[in-house]
T-cell receptor, first 113, second 111 residues
Framework: KAGVTQTPRYLIKTRGQQVTLSCSPI?????VSWYQQTPGQGLQFLFE???????NKGNFPGRFSGRQFSNSRSEMNVSTLELGDSALYLC????????????FGSGTQLSVL | QQQVKQSPQSLIVQKGGISIINCAYE??????FPWYQQFPGKGPALLIA?????SEKKEGRFTISFNKSAKQFSLHIMDSQPGDSATYFC??????????FGKGTSLLVTP
């Protein structure tokens, strides 16, 4: 079974631009979560989707948004990029609706210049 | 604010030694405590997890010790190997859908 796939692997953007990151969960997993990982803050929860519905959102500004499609694939978007948005963005999928066991992708490394 | 506090930030252990990483939490609603292991260039992977109704769980060389009254839990890696060199994250979860992670411990096991 293929793991969680995230594209692109690396991304370089400039301040003010917007970016879209993509995540394909493990086949059959209906839950997708997004986390931001930085050296200073560790892993911070962004949002979670289950069957196209956002069930939970972390404490991030409205510039961060996401969605899930009917095939469980998910995208997250960051508008008006700031330098502080530079981070590794991790997507995780789960087969259980409570998200106790998360399977993470290798992430998208976003650098904002 | 960080709901799970993890220490130490970094750890160096000799091959064959015991690695110990500690975590503490305040929210008594947490009822699931996993540990994740992350190698460079990879996403975190679930290593072992425990619920508060048990005080210890062992899987191979990895053991979680849980102290409910102290609101602390720890990961012990016995007979540490260079291949265990990675970043380890503790986490906690309540009935919600998100994991609350500690800031991570970078473990280096020297030959």
């Amino acid at each position: 079974k293929a793991g969680v796939t995230q594209t692109p692997r690396y991304l370089i953007k400039t301040r003010g631009q917007q970016v879209t990151l993509s995540c394909s969960p493990i086949s059959g997993h209906r839950s997708v979560s997004w986390y931001q990982q930085t050296p200073g803050q560790g892993l911070q929860f962004l949002f979670e989707y289950f069957s196209e519905t956002q069930r939970n959102k972390g404490n991030f500004p409205g510039r961060f948004s996401g969605r899930q499609f009917s095939n469980s694939r998910s995208e997250m978007n960051v508008s008006t990029l700031e330098l502080g948005d530079s981070a590794l963005y991790l997507c995780a999928s789960s087969s259980d609706s409570t998200n106790e066991k998360l399977f993470f992708g290798s992430g998208t490394q976003l650098s904002v210049l | 604010q960080q709901q799970v506090k993890q220490s130490p930030q970094s750890l160096i252990v000799q091959k064959g030694g015991i690695s110990i990483i500690n975590c503490a939490y305040e929210n008594t609603a947490f009822d699931y405590f996993p540990w994740y292991q992350q190698f460079p260039g990879k996403g975190p992977a679930l290593l072992i997890a425990i619920r508060p109704d048990v005080s210890e769980k062992k899987e191979g060389r990895f053991t979680i010790s849980f102290n409910k009254s102290a609101k602390q839990f720890s990961l012990h890696i016995m007979d540490s190997q260079p291949g265990d060199s990675a970043t380890y994250f503790c986490a906690a979860k309540n009935s919600g859908y998100a994991l609350n992670f500690g800031k991570g411990t970078s473990l280096l096991v020297t030959p």
